[in-house]
């Protein structure tokens, strides 16, 4: 059972039962049950959601598996998407006084965060013991929650898994400015009609929803539903943030998974393929073609789905990973999931989460489900995933690049895909 709060926080009970213990919190009776453990879920569906849609009370995520198996609790946090979680329009950053519009999204997160650390000690939780993490887009969104200043100390460890966004700002790789995105604001009200945010208030919700919300004006490739370097929620570009060392100093857990190139397994010809790698990555070209050839169509249509991968999940982790490790006093533990039932985006969620789809898990499913969840309770629970009948988990480091492997085997290895991850850096860096 739940109850839906303001700022649009979703409690989940542990067991999903009617019966389960009513507490009074500073925003009404909630009912629930919660232990000293608890893990603060970003909202996310199973794809993602590209901060366009998705809810936290889909099947995976209130289905209680994890609970019931871990006896921990989740918390799961909504937050706005499209244009009423990213808009940004120089009316709306005059109104506020941090002089800032466009990262609304956070804004709820962060109150969502600051709403468990008020409340949770009425269910018998550690205040000073909150676990954030989320997959795609809520992966992307706990990068950064870990460098925005308002959500500092909110949190004591966190985990990401297959998103992130490290590129260099103002550019179609990277984060975009607050200017910029006051502009894009501009026109996108203009395309409903609206001259100014006291006519776009009077335009029905469903109708602003509803309408498109692409890119920034005149750059290539971007898009308006990111998170905004606003100079308030984010005061630079997350990656730069990191390098400073301004994120918070707590315990990180991340990865991603085999075959995250299937999310983007779509037809294209040698020739316009060739042709789309020479505009975008000009003198990188020769370079990405070689670890991505195209000799025929289908062969095109691989390189351009595993590049495309590492560009949007492979490379974000493994450099969020070693900027964090550089600068942070906490430790790095990074994963790479492969299993013979599936390794594309968001595969291992089921997992996690102990909730199979379609038919039931054979046992070695079921085993894989319990390891998982035990590497990510434990980091909750002291901050490593390492524990009683667990191989162990090393630590991660840009000297060593160790990572574990996870799903089909259990085991530390090195990182996979370095040249891939060596050349993208280098390119992203020549950007910055």
Same mark, same amino acid.
């Given at each position: ?12 009970? &542990?067991? /999903? ?9 500073? !925003?009404?009776?909630?009912?629930? *049950? #919660?232990? %000293? ?120 460890? &966190?985990? /990401? ?9 103002? !550019?179609?790789?990277?984060?975009? *400015? #607050?200017? %910029? ?252």
């Amino acid at each position: 059972m739940r109850s839906l709060l303001p700022i649009s926080l979703v409690l989940l009970s &542990a067991s /999903g039962l009617a019966d389960t213990p009513t507490v009074r919190t500073d !925003t009404g009776l909630v009912q629930g *049950v #919660l232990d %000293d453990n608890v893990i603060v879920y970003k909202g996310i569906p199973f794809a993602g959601g590209a901060f366009r849609h998705g809810s936290a009370s889909t099947p995976l995520y209130a289905s209680g598996g994890l609970p019931k198996a871990t006896g921990i609790v989740l918390i799961n946090v909504n937050y706005r998407t499209g244009p009423l979680g990213f808009l940004a329009h120089p009316e709306l950053s005059a109104e506020s006084p941090h002089h800032s519009s466009g990262n609304y999204a956070l804004f709820d997160a962060i109150a969502g965060l600051q709403w468990v650390k008020r409340n949770v000690s009425a269910f018998g939780g550690d205040p000073n013991r909150v676990t954030i993490f989320g997959q795609s887009a809520g992966s992307q969104l706990v990068s950064k929650l870990m460098v925005s200043p308002p959500a500092r100390g909110l949190f004591y460890a &966190a985990i /990401g898994e297959s998103n992130a966004d490290m590129g260099p700002k103002h !550019t179609n790789e990277g984060m975009a *400015v #607050l200017a %910029d995105a006051e502009k894009a604001g501009v026109a996108f009200a203009a395309s409903l009609g609206a001259k100014s945010i006291a006519e776009l208030r009077r335009i029905p919700a469903e109708k602003i929803t509803a309408s498109t919300f692409e890119g920034l004006p005149g750059v290539y490739g971007t898009s308006q539903t990111l998170p905004i370097v606003d100079g308030y929620v984010l005061p630079d570009d997350t990656y730069a943030l990191y390098a400073k060392g301004e994120q918070a100093q707590v315990p990180l857990l991340l990865g991603y998974n085999a075959d995250e190139g299937e999310y983007f397994r779509t037809p294209i010809t040698e020739t316009d393929y060739a042709a789309a790698i020479r505009k975008k990555y000009g003198a990188f070209a020769d370079q990405v073609l070689a670890l991505f050839p195209t000799s025929t169509d289908d062969e095109a249509m691989r390189s351009n789905s595993q590049l495309e991968a590492e560009r949007t999940f492979g490379w974000q982790m493994w450099s969020w990973a070693r900027v964090n490790a550089q600068t942070s006093h906490s430790k790095t533990f990074f994963y790479y999931f492969s299993s013979k039932y599936g390794n594309g985006h968001g595969a291992e969620l089921p997992y996690v989460f102990q909730y199979p789809f379609g038919k039931p898990w054979n046992d070695d499913q079921r085993q894989i489900g319990r390891t998982i969840a035990a590497y990510w309770t434990n980091l909750a629970k002291s901050g490593n995933p390492n524990g009683q009948g667990l191989q162990n988990w090393p630590e991660f480091s840009p000297k060593t690049e160790r990572v574990m492997y996870i799903g089909q085997t259990f085991e530390p290895g090195t990182m996979p895909d370095l040249p891939a991850h060596f050349l993208m850096d280098t390119y992203m860096n020549a950007k910055r």
